[in-house]
């Protein structure tokens, strides 16, 4: 239904502006890196593997992602802004929510390519006008007229659910299991990209306690407080 999709992509959205208001971009936004909690409310995004911190302004080049999820620019090899292929791969996450399947699909990489540039898909009759304007939005094939995080929680599909959870301090938002991210699963192998990553979220006010590291899968786990 809308409503659960509405609440998940709230969620999303909100784990995302705090990552690129700290400079991280994740790279590989799907469905299998948001996990929720046993409850089915709380959403807590992992895997921060192919992310990278970046500078304001700055063109990434290199192709990271899940090829069903991957912005057009990626595709075409061009350069790319991080934000605008994330908002990219959240469009995509949004689309299966609310029909079902993945948006851009093909027999082989190929085919999968084209749909991907040519950026149409069947949207069933069951989704509201309001849900099509959004998903049209993110799903842009220019980057720079995809819509912003902000704009996403402002826009009409969104913006009752939001309005109605933004009034929460943070503190209640985290004893409510709510919209503060407190773990985050960052699997990377360049040592100084996740010390890069780890010194972005302690700079902007996050305190990581205890890190678990287990080379065999290159993976830290950092619980993160905001203060």
Do not use: N
């Given at each position: 239904e809308e409503a659960d999709a509405q609440r998940i992509?709230?969620?999303?959205?909100?784990?995302?502006?705090?990552?690129?208001?700290?400079?991280?971009?994740?790279?590989?936004l799907k469905l299998e890196n948001f996990m929720l909690a046993r409850g089915g409310r709380a959403l807590k995004l992992i895997d921060f593997g192919l992310s990278v911190v970046w500078k304001p302004g700055q063109a990434l080049f290199k192709s990271y992602g899940t090829p069903c999820y991957m912005a057009p620019e990626i595709i075409k090899g061009a350069s790319?802004?991080?934000?605008?292929?994330?908002?990219?791969s959240l469009?995509?996450?949004?689309?299966?929510?609310?029909?079902?399947?993945?948006p851009?699909?093909?027999?082989?990489?190929?085919?999968?390519?084209?749909?991907?540039?040519?950026?149409k898909f069947p949207v069933p009759e069951h989704v509201s006008a309001e849900a099509r304007d959004l998903l049209k939005?993110?799903?842009?094939?220019?980057?720079?007229q995809r819509i912003g995080v902000?704009?996403?929680?402002?826009?009409?599909?969104?913006?009752p659910y939001a309005q109605s959870h933004s009034s929460s301090s943070p503190a209640k938002a985290h004893q409510a299991g709510g919209w503060v991210h407190d773990v985050i699963s960052i699997a990377a192998t360049?040592?100084?990209?996740?010390?890069?990553?780890?010194?972005?979220?302690?700079?902007?006010?996050?305190?990581p306690t205890p890190i678990d590291f287990y080379p065999d899968k290159f993976q830290k786990e950092i619980s993160v407080k905001l203060i």
């Open positions: 992509l709230y969620q999303l959205v909100d784990a995302v502006e705090h990552c690129h208001a700290h400079h991280v971009c994740h790279r590989d790319y802004q991080g934000a605008h292929v994330d908002i990219w469009g995509v996450a949004l689309a299966t929510m609310l029909t079902g399947s993945l851009f699909q093909g027999a082989g990489d190929t085919e999968l390519k084209k749909r991907i540039l040519q950026g939005q993110m799903l842009a094939l220019t980057p720079e902000e704009q996403i929680k402002q826009h009409p599909w969104l913006k360049q040592p100084k990209s996740q010390q890069q990553i780890i010194d972005s979220f302690r700079s902007a006010g996050c305190i």
